[in-house]
């Protein structure tokens, strides 16, 4: 993820900024989560479907970067990251009902190898070099959806996530691509 700037009150998706942090409107995080992977899994079925770049849903933006497909989750400022602060509590529960979302319709995800010296597969490399410090996916016709974590270490909190969508091969060890192109993943936040 490309360094964001330092302060700000975070951001998380599908919900409004206002001037204190985020507001969580009536259907709270846990929906928002099931809506996004929902959203996704409905242009993945769809014959011929192409995602521009802008919003998947309202509030939920999307960033296109060749066959990858990014859709920001939540980032941090360091402030906001302190444990119990009512953003990183969001943040968990959004990450939380998109891996439950993916978990019902595809069953347990499958953990991308990052610590790999380097990864020999330039996608799980540059998520890597971005900082990501978990990737774990889901198939689903012919695409992984990943959901990825950035921050240091644990027990570091964490400062951004995003759940991407990549052609299955760039991630399966089972069904590998015969060539993963080099890919740019990182985002910057707040949106």
């Known amino acids: ?27 709270g995080v846990l929906m928002t989560g099931e809506r996004i ?11 011929g479907a192409e995602l ?19 859709i920001p989750l939540s ?14 509590r969001r943040s968990e529960d959004l990450r939380s009902s998109i891996r439950s979302a ?3 319709r595809y069953g347990f995800g499958i953990v991308a190898d990052l610590e790999k010296a380097p990864p020999a597969n330039p996608y799980l490399r540059e998520l890597r ?3 990501a410090r978990f990737a774990g996916w889901w198939a689903t016709e012919g695409k992984a959806l990943v959901l990825v ?24 060890d089972a069904r590998p691509a015969r060539r993963v192109p080099e890919v740019d993943v990182g985002w910057s936040g707040p949106f």
């Open 1 to 27: 993820m490309t360094a964001a700037p330092s302060g700000g009150s975070g951001w998380i998706t599908g919900h409004p900024r206002v001037a204190a942090g985020v507001a969580v409107d009536g259907d």
């Open 37 to 47: 992977v929902g959203a996704a899994e409905e242009l993945l079925v769809r014959p």
């Open 52 to 70: 521009e770049e802008g919003e998947l849903l309202p509030g939920v933006p999307v960033i296109r970067r060749g066959e990858a497909w990014i």
């Open 75 to 88: 980032w941090q400022p360091p402030a906001a990251s302190a444990p119990g602060s009512a953003l990183r």
């Open 102 to 104: 993916c978990e019902f």
């Open 129 to 131: 070099r971005q900082g």
């Open 149 to 172: 974590v950035h921050g240091a270490p644990v027990p570091e909190p964490v400062s951004a996530a995003a759940l991407h969508v990549v052609p299955l091969g760039w991630v399966s």
